[in-house]
Structure formats: C-alpha cells, structure tokens
C-alpha cells in the first residue's frame, strides 16, 4: 500500500491540500494498525493526518471518493483490487479540481474511470476569454482559475476624479484668484496688473472595501483576493479590510507588486480564515475606529459579503445605515445573486439592504467588471427604495 498511499498524497496536494511527506509516513504507519478491511477506518486515519482545517473536508471527502474509486475501476479491468471498498458519491458532485488532480495522477500509470477523463478533457480544452468571464468562480479548473488571475491583473476601475475644495492655478482661464494676483502684483513693478485664474482640483475619490472571508465565502475569498490586489496597485487611495469574525485592515500588505508575495503576507496577517461571520461587529468597528480617517472626500465603500451573519441582526441596519450616511456610494457585492431564484429572506440581508445604493453580483470575472461601470457612473443612487425593486422579499 506504500505507492497508492504516496499517489493519494500527491492528489491531495494537487487539488489545494498542505500535505507533506511526514504526513505520508504516519499515514503508513497508521494502515499497518488499522488494516484495510474496513473502508470507514482507512478514511478516518486518513482525515486525521492530511485534514488539518475543518474548510480543507470537502476537497479531501471529494479526493478520497475519487481516487480510490478510479483505483477500483482500473482494479476491476486488470483483475487486481486496491482492497478498499468503492464509493457509492455521485459523480457530479466532485469538485472539478479534485477530478483533475485526479486524473492527472493516475495518467501516469493507472487508467482513471471514464467519468472522471471524460470531464478532465471537458476541463482542459481550450476556453476563450469571453467563456471564462461569465464562468462562476466555484467551479473553475486550475487551468481556468489560473487564466482568469491573469485577466484580473489587467482589470482597472475607472474611477472619475471628483471636485475638491483646493484650487490650482488655471493658465486658460476660470475664477479670478485673488491672493495669486495681488502677491504677483507686490512682486512686480508694473502699473498694470495681470489677473491670475484657478480652478477646482480634480482627485479621485477614495475607495473603501470591506470583504468577507469567512466559512460561506471561501469558494470565492481567493479570487476576491486578486481582485483587490488589483485594484490597490492600480490607483493610491483604496484601503482593504478583511473580516470574519474581527476586522484587519490589509492594505499595506496588497501594495506589494507580486501577488503571491502580497497573499502570502495578507495570509500570515488575517488570523480568521474560513470561520465565522460577525458582520454586525465587523461594521461596528470600522465605523468607529476607521471610517472618520477613510471616508472622507467622497469615498465609495465595496461591501463584498454574502449577507449570511451569524450575530444578532437588532443592531446591523443600524451600522450598515451608518456606512451608507458616512459614504458617497455603498456598493454591496453579493455572490448569492448569481441564483435567478434568490430572495431576501436571511435575516443579516433584510438589514443591509435598505441601506446600500447598488446591489450586485459578485461570482465571475463579468460581475467584477460591472462595478468599473457603476463606478465611472456619475449617478449616486440615494434613493435606496429603488435598489430593492427587484428583490423578492418573503
């Protein structure tokens, strides 16, 4: 059992998993106490050595069912047995990445099933930029995965300047300014004196994400991740936060031009991956330690959540209500709105939502790109009520 051990590992690996060699090793050691009669035992020894994060299950329930059902396939057609018993798991509910990690790593010497190379080979052809762009994130290869970061490299938000209440001198005309005249005036010895012009300085506005990494938004946290390091490279004054159950400002750590670089640091400086959601308290912190030092000048806020709060909503329309008053626009992104069918029935949703001036999709590249449009918008929706017209509430 020492090679299937050691393949199973490097498909755990493949499809996303921190599995290192010490693990392979307990793993060899726990088979020969264990036995290999009983799949349920194999399963647990195995969960209890390459699982170390309670988000990391679903990837390996999909990698374990895969593989040793390919490994039973390829068994049954030479006449040998991996002596584990198959899996009964639909094979459309397998992730696509784990099915390609999957394939990938019984090519090398074993026959995986026909399910798994029929869609393997559906997942690496060669898919254009406009398939990719309405492809949810969720169900991306890492071919596809890999492709559309590339993509988000190159996406800029048109954020117009706005007017700020300094002047600059203005050589073609406009308001008359009055202090340059006259100390151009003392300054020189003519009898005639040369009116000095300004006009409005033009800046863009500041913008302000608030994105949510908790359990429900782990499909999507990564590429959000992309998205933001982007946006934050692309133009000064943006600031991003980060929450689950507590607020970290993440800013300094995206300014960082290589992305893996710039993850790698906003992963070691985020302590709340992929655990719960406490937006009510999340937004009450920032509105009272950070929203005076970054809302001003007009800023626009990004709300990335699902809306899906964990804490008492009695108190979240108040600060979502808050956010909105202390912003020039209150975006929210949310990834449930890919369903033609959704509606506002949770709770944390209901109180959000009188309060934000758009409501958007948040699920592929396509949605992302909406924003850039909203953004360059002149139009600031405060009529609210407007924003709900097509929300079915129960």
């Known amino acids: 059992m020492i090679r299937p051990v050691a393949r199973f590992a490097r498909v755990l690996r493949r499809a996303g998993l921190p599995v290192g060699t010490d693990r392979v090793l307990d793993a060899l050691r726990a088979l020969s106490m264990c036995g290999i009669a009983r799949r349920d035992d194999v399963y647990w020894a195995f969960a209890s050595l390459f699982v ?21 396939v390829a068994g049954a057609a030479t006449g040998a047995s991996s002596g584990l018993p198959s899996a009964t798991a639909d094979e459309s509910l397998l992730n ?9 790593e019984l090519g090398e010497g074993e026959t995986a099933p026909p399910v798994v190379r029929e869609q393997t080979e559906l997942v690496l052809a060669p898919s254009s930029n406009e398939a990719l762009r309405t492809r949810d994130f969720a169900s991306m290869s890492v071919q596809e995965m890999a492709e559309v970061q590339r993509l988000m490299a190159r996406l800029r938000l048109p954020i117009p300047p706005v007017r700020t209440r300094r002047r600059e001198a203005n050589v073609h005309g406009g308001s008359v300014d009055t202090r340059a005249t006259f ?20 800046r863009h506005a500041p913008l302000v994400v608030l994105c949510d990494i908790s359990g429900s938004m782990q499909r999507y946290t990564r590429m959000f991740l992309h998205f933001l390091h982007a946006i934050t490279n692309d133009r000064d004054r943006v600031q991003v936060f980060l929450f689950g159950t507590r607020l970290t400002n993440v800013t300094r750590q995206l300014r960082h031009r290589d992305v893996d670089a710039a993850l790698a640091a906003v992963t070691r400086a985020v302590a709340d991956w992929s655990g719960g959601t406490r937006i009510r308290a999340s937004l009450a912190e920032f509105n009272l330690r950070w929203s005076r030092r970054v809302l001003g000048q007009n800023a626009a806020v990004l709300l990335i959540t699902d809306g899906l709060d964990r804490d008492e909503p009695d108190t979240l329309g108040e600060e979502a209500e808050r956010l909105g008053k202390s912003c020039r626009r209150l975006i929210w992104l949310n990834p449930l709105l890919r369903f033609p069918e959704f ?3 949770a709770a944390g949703i209901r109180a959000i939502l009188p309060h934000v001036d758009h409501f958007l999709p948040a699920h592929n590249v396509e949605s992302l790109t909406s924003v850039a449009g909203v953004l360059s918008s002149g139009v600031v ?3 609210r009520h407007h924003t709900r017209s097509s929300i079915r509430w129960k």
Request: charged residues 45%.
């Open 96 to 104: 696509r990445r784990v099915m390609e990690a999957v394939a990938e």
């Open 183 to 202: 100390r151009r005036a003392v300054r020189g010895t003519r009898e005639l004196i040369l009116l000095q012009h300004c006009r409005p300085r033009m």
């Open 52 to 72: 170390a994060r309670r988000e990391h299950f679903e990837v390996f329930d999909q990698a374990f069912d895969a593989f040793w059902r390919a490994r039973d």
């Open 343 to 345: 509606e506002a029935r």
């Open 381 to 383: 929706a405060r009529e």
